[in-house]
């Protein structure tokens, strides 16, 4: 009994500093530095701890796109699946402006996944107003489908 509540402590001692690696949203935080950090967490998945890089992009994520998507487990699924899969583990992304505002912001973005082949999504942010701790923080509301743009040479 001794052990495993042992094995029990340092389990949760580990997922609290795994966890704490992650960034969190602040107002300081730029929209595209926001798309940055959740395209590098999805590159580099599983670098900090098992499926860091979606838990680091749930973290930037609107609570209305989170109440879309369901809880962290859904969105980890959704992530794996066919549709959006690409994105775990690409090789290289580029972010660029299309528009913004004082409230939005959003980004043409192209990854080029791990078979060599491009997509390109349309990714959007907003500024939180309501009051919080999420107060003045960009935060991701949509992620279109991807669109295939073929291969590499």
């Known amino acids: 009994m001794k052990i495993i509540f042992k094995v029990l402590i340092l389990l949760l001692i580990s997922l609290t500093f795994s966890n704490a690696e992650l960034l969190n949203p602040n107002s300081t935080i730029k929209p595209k530095e926001v798309i940055k950090i959740q395209l590098t967490g999805l590159q580099k998945n599983d670098s900090k701890f098992k499926d860091s890089g979606i838990e680091q992009t749930w973290n930037f994520a609107h ?5 879309v998507t369901g809880p962290l487990s859904n969105f980890k699924m959704m992530l794996k ?21 004082d409230k939005w912001a ?9 078979n060599k082949i491009y997509h390109k999504f349309n990714w959007q942010v907003e500024k939180y107003t309501l009051e919080g701790s999420l107060k003045g923080c960009w935060l991701t509301t949509m992620v279109s489908s991807p669109i295939p743009l073929g291969s590499s040479i």
């Open 63 to 67: 609570p209305n796109n989170k109440r």
């Open 81 to 101: 699946s066919d549709s959006y899969g690409m994105m775990i583990n690409h090789l290289s992304h580029t972010i660029t402006e299309l528009g913004s505002s």
């Open 106 to 114: 959003q980004f043409e973005v192209i990854i080029l996944d791990k």
